[in-house]
């Protein structure tokens, strides 16, 4: 009982779009806390912002607190963290 007497199989795997995978960590809850504390919100209400600015004060700050929080060292490479975090999502 050969294997010759079963006809070739072809597969067609139907793959999708590559993927990039990012840490996510303690990244929902720090941003959940940060949320019901209202920080971003109370962040931009005392410190408005330029209306070309591509981020606030408050998200900048929700950013920096979330990379204290998650990756506790020198903050020399914060764009490198969000980068490789999930930090944009």
């Keep these: 009982m050969g294997l ?4 070739p199989v072809t597969v067609v795997a139907g793959y999708g779009p590559p993927s990039v995978e990012k840490m996510l960590g303690a990244l929902p ?3 959940d806390f940060l949320r019901r504390l209202g920080v ?4 931009d209400r005392l410190c408005p912002v330029r209306e070309d600015a591509r981020l606030t004060h408050g998200q900048v700050i929700e950013v920096l607190i979330a990379n204290r929080l998650t990756c506790p060292t020198a903050m020399v490479r914060v764009a490198d963290w969000a980068a490789a975090w999930a ?3």
């Design 4 to 7: 010759a007497r079963f006809p």
């Design 87 to 89: 930090v944009e999502e």
């Design 40 to 43: 971003a919100s109370v962040v």
């Design 29 to 31: 809850v720090v941003r």
